[in-house]
């Protein structure tokens, strides 16, 4: 589903009104909710010692060769259905209120390049969050369930990218109900997230689920800037702790920025954790970012 010739305008006319009030209600949500909803101390403490801590050491040039050889070695491999089989390797609980965490998310697949963009996140042990389309989870039911495999979360992007406002309360749940059915048949995971197409969200629109409608805080503009230098560009200048990153990975342009991502980011000491993990499991109703005050 290209999104080229769309214009992606996050909050259009109607909703920018909305939207100030929507940016202080989430700011003030999170801020609120953090110190309740993130992990105790006390959990954090047990957790094992981190086992890709090594990881962020390593030299950007051995991360590059591992994520060759991921891409290598899984061929993708993914025995006709192997994923109903594999299972992520464990991982220690991350505390974003103690390190410094980023959500990288990617739009509108799944689609041809999402296995290799699963590669390059497995070399660096990143969870990321995956907001898919219907239409395209009837298409690659496989690439998603083997997302589900690796340990990424997945959320509902409707079924066919419509502009949410625009529909009446039965059609927006229809697509969202209808692409609920597809995740589930695919991967037996129902999405506890929702991202509307371009940001678009009006009362009416969240209204329909009580489900945190997840937007965004870093938009790289990747479907304009087919250009992977530029798409890694724009997500390492405007990253900060917390932030939670708009990528498309039906982009190839976008899937090859990724490696620089990771590297760079990895080396400045964030840890990739999926949406929900960025709020220690809690998201509030409108997700744009997390900025735990602990943080420096
Ligand atoms: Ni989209």
Known sequence: MDTGTRPRLPFLDGARRGTARAVATAALVAMTCGASTLVAPSQAAR???PAGAALNT???????TAAAGALGAAAFAAPGDAAGTAHPRPRPRVDCRHV??????????????????????????????????????????????????????????????????????????????????VIQAATGVVPRLVRPPYGAFNR??????????????????????RNSATVARRALR??????VILFHDIHPTTVRAIPRVLRNLAKRGYRFVTVSELFGGHPPRVVFSATPPELP
């Open 47 to 49: 957790a094992a010692p």
């Open 58 to 64: 390593a030299s950007g040039a051995a991360l590059d």
């Open 100 to 181: 410094k965490c980023v959500a990288l998310t990617f739009d509108d697949g799944p689609g041809p390049y999402t296995d290799t963009l699963l590669a390059y996140l497995a070399a660096y042990r990143a969870r990321a969050t995956f907001f898919v389309v219907g239409g395209n989870v009837v298409t690659y039911p496989r690439v998603l369930r083997r997302t589900v495999a690796a340990g990424h979360e997945i959320g509902n992007h409707t079924w066919s990218h419509p502009d949410l406002r625009r529909l009446s309360p039965a059609g927006v749940r229809s697509q969202l109900v209808r692409t609920d059915r």
């Open 204 to 225: 009416t629109v969240r209204r329909q689920t009580a489900r945190p409608l997840v937007l965004w805080s870093v938009d790289t503009l990747d479907w304009r800037y």
């Open 238 to 243: 405007w990253v900060r702790p917390g932030s």
